[in-house]
């Protein structure tokens, strides 16, 4: 995106979590220590099962004091908390409220929020939020949003002056080429944004996806997935997220795989061809093993297609791509 867009992104549904006992169901759903969480911020928090194995990895956003939402895509986060909530007797209340989330994305993001919504706008700081007012009415404005571009997500809790605000975002924006958008495939990879299955699934661990900071194993606080996970990582884990770049192919392959040495090396989850890295990128929940070997026999790796093979680089995500010698030569167009 070179100016700002507005997604709708209303399927970012939120699960309110209230009462007395809402930061301890949270904690307990997960391994990120929330203790620190004030009432203005936003917290990326990877939800875990006894397993260490992912439910889902939503913003937490704490309302206030006793209040919580976790801002998901997909998958019903609210039946599990519910039902962790009965199980251990916490007192909460757990609802879906109506709140259909808006984003505002790009190079010109802040400018336009700030015509919409004041000066306040530009204090905001990288997941924090704002109560700011629209014809009266105060709606959560957090810094935020699933792209590299920065932005904004308005929370919307009144339908009527939603669609209000909605007509006003494009009005105020006509002079900075405002457009409908959405998430863009090829940003995200190249990004190394993560998306909740397909890249990661309930089959895997945050310390297979590359969450490891958001994980606080060293700390004794009141998480179910704990134990399992400081048991994987004493052990290993038998798989990671990393990024192949293989620089020059001109089209999207068919049916690819990563082979290391001739083997196969793990799955492709995602892959996108890259117009401002003229490669392919693709990122692989990869054996550990063979990541090892990809990165200290460079020429091991290869993308076979067909009866081809193709060789490429292997990195840890984001992709870092100055060290594989691969120049920017002009920005991504959003879809």
Known sequence: CEHVQVWDVSVERQVQIKGSDASRLVQWMTPRDISPAQDDQCFYMPLCDEQGKLINDPIGIKVDEDTWWLSIADSDVILWAKGLAVGKGFDVEIIEPDVWPVAVQGPKAETLMQRVFGDEVTAIRFFRYKRLAFKGHHFIV??????????????????????????????AGEDLQVGHGCPNLIERIESGLLSFGTDMTYEHTPLQCGLDKYCHLD?????????????????????????????????????PSVLVNGLLAGEITSQCLSGKYDAWLGLVMMDSEAI????????????????????????????????????ARHSTESL
């Open 292 to 327: 090892t070997t990809a990165k200290n026999q460079p020429d091991s790796l290869h993308l076979h297609v067909g009866n081809n093979d193709f060789s490429g680089f292997c990195v840890e995500l984001p992709f870092a791509f100055d060290t594989m010698q691969l120049e």
């Open 219 to 255: 700390k004794n606080i009141g998480s179910m997935s704990l134990d399992a996970l400081r048991k994987q990582k004493a052990e290993g884990v038998p798989s990671r997220l990393v990024g192949v770049a293989i620089p020059g192919l001109s089209e999207l392959p068919e049916s």
């Open 142 to 171: 957090a810094r935020s949003g699933w792209s590299k571009q920065g932005g904004f997500e308005i929370y919307v809790d009144d339908a009527a002056i939603g669609q209000e605000l909605w007509d006003e975002l494009f009005r």
